[in-house]
């Protein structure tokens, strides 16, 4: 068994924590195996060098570097879980997951359920996603919802490093298909370390800043930009809590009914576009499960209903923005209900 390295440093990196979850992961278990488009160090570690010396570490054998095939990736990763694998498999981009959706939806999804429980998928795919590096509309939607309506699926996404590496374990340890989501811009993000084996639970959402006034709901790079605005808006005497939900599909309706249930107020935010988005669907159980408790309709805060432009200006004009979710919160403080 091959081991890995005891010492971790204070912080880390995105990169970093992802890294370190493979790292244990495949150390702790020789089921697990990586396939994707040059992730083996002969091919340079992967785009973002989240495998980069694994290959080298493991073998050729369990870090799989694969041709330019989407549906060859997903398809030997299904085959691979179902003969006794824990497969992860990594999609460059998430646009591309579109290439593979039949073996995602069709097969992965659904086959446990069609087995009448005898076949399990433990499959992982990673991919990463986001605007504001300049990729175009063909690499940079956030595409959660699709996934999150799918029975079978589990869809995460983290806020930081440490939860990055967290739900990686657990999702490679999981017996049913993971879809963990990647902010691109968050590669470089900083935080603390965690532990060896820490893990992040699936389907727990954590309370990233505890408030009294109202409840934001976000995930990913959005809880950031949550807590960047409850931090400038204490200063005015508001107080916000942030709702990291860290797993999308199945989301924490506990954590998040019990929050707004004492705030009384509700925004949800996520970086995909506010139409059809889940944001609506957990909108949505908040008025059905807290409507006589609410002080104020729950609002939503999402991007532009059209493809990411590629054209700076114009795609940071399509993203949400602080200010947005600022004007959210504002709006549920001063809602006034008619007599």
Known sequence: MNAPAQTAPAKINFVQGLHMALDEAMAADENVIALGEDIGDEQGGGVFKITKGLSTKYGRHRIRATPISEQAIIGAAVGAAIAGLRPVAEIMLMNFVTVAMDQIVNHAAKLRFMSGGQTNVPLVIRTTTGAGVGFGG?????????????????????????????????????????ILIENILAYG?????????????????AIARAGTDVTVIAYGRAVNDALAV????????????VVDLRTIAPFDEATVLASVEKTGRAVVVHEAVRAYGTGAEIASRIHEELFDTLKAPVGRIGSTYSPVPFSPPLEKAWIYSQAQISAAIRATIDFKRRA
């Open 230 to 241: 409850a931090e400038a808006m204490a200063g005015e005497g508001v107080s916000v809590e």
């Open 189 to 205: 993000q900083q935080g603390e370390a965690p532990p060896p084996g820490y893990r992040v639970p699936l389907g727990k959402a």
């Open 138 to 178: 063909q690499h940079s939607d956030m595409l959660e919802a699709w996934f999150a309506h799918v029975p079978g699926l589990k869809v995460v996404m983290a806020s930081n490093p440490a939860d990055a590496k967290g739900l990686l374990l657990s999702a490679i340890e999981d017996d049913d298909p993971v």
